[in-house]
T-cell receptor, first 112, second 117 residues
Framework: EPEVTQTPSHQVTQMGQEVILRCVPISNHLYFYWYRQILGQKVEFLVSFYNNEISEKSEIFDDQFSVERPDGSNFTLKIRSTKLEDSAMYFC??????????FGPGTRLTVL | AQTVTQSQPEMSVQEAETVTLSCTYDTSENNYYLFWYKQPPSRQMILVIRQEAYKQQNATENRFSVNFQKAAKSFSLKISDSQLGDTAMYFCAFKLGYGGSQGNLIFGKGTKLSVKP
């Protein structure tokens, strides 16, 4: 069964460094999302992406964040200058025409 | 704005018994979807069940069923014959029905379910 994959599973970085989190959505899906979950808190929406552009973003998704689909398979989230409060689990999700979103296993980002 | 509330931070149930997790939501929209996601200790979010707001019939997936009360804006999850593998965090989620698949999910804070042998 096809699934969303994410790499790396765990990323440790120093404050102020740039990180790129990678996702490979399910191949025939058209809509892509990033969510984050700070430890012990609920899952929060960051951004959605369709037809090579951002379709919606939350107030969390400020100028430090960007997304890209550099080729036909990858979907990336870049954080330009990480802050301590960016430490969280980041989930990629994708969907086809239906309302269900399918999540990847997540990347745990630790900012020191 | 839409909100999702899960009022039970933690619950436990004996193996083979039935447990119900509560979820309420607030919206002024009429067209939306509701979901339950499971997040086991491995932390991957797994879709358990979905309900379309326009459907009166409650969704069922094997041992999982929902009680959808649209007027009360309530969407509870019932797990029958609980198994040890059901131990997980359960999130209720809401999604508006317009805009095709582009709408984002709005999650509740989750209920941590422990199934005891």
């Amino acid at each position: 069964e096809p699934e969303v994959t994410q790499t790396p599973s765990h990323q440790v970085t120093q404050m102020g460094q740039e990180v790129i989190l990678r996702c490979v959505p399910i191949s025939n899906h058209l809509y892509f999302y990033w969510y984050r979950q700070i430890l012990g808190q609920k899952v929060e929406f960051l951004v959605s992406f369709y037809n090579n552009e951002i379709s919606e973003k939350s107030e969390i998704f400020d100028d430090q964040f960007s997304v890209e689909r550099p080729d036909g398979s990858n979907f990336t989230l870049k954080i330009r200058s990480t802050k301590l409060e960016d430490s969280a689990m980041y989930f990629c999700a994708s969907s086809a025409q239906g309302p269900e979103q399918f999540f990847g296993p997540g990347t745990r980002l630790t900012v020191l | 704005a839409q909100t999702v509330t899960q009022s039970q931070p933690e619950m436990s149930v004996q193996e083979a018994e039935t447990v119900t997790l509560s979820c309420t939501y607030d919206t002024s929209e009429n067209n939306y979807y509701l979901f339950w996601y499971k997040q086991p200790p491995s932390r991957q979010m797994i879709l358990v069940i979905r309900q379309e707001a326009y459907k009166q019939q409650n969704a069922t997936e094997n041992r999982f069923s929902v009680n959808f009360q649209k007027a009360a804006k309530s969407f509870s999850l019932k797990i029958s014959d609980s198994q040890l593998g059901d131990t997980a965090m359960y999130f209720c989620a809401f999604k508006l029905g317009y805009g095709g698949s582009q709408g984002n999910l709005i999650f509740g804070k989750g209920t941590k379910l422990s199934v005891k042998p």
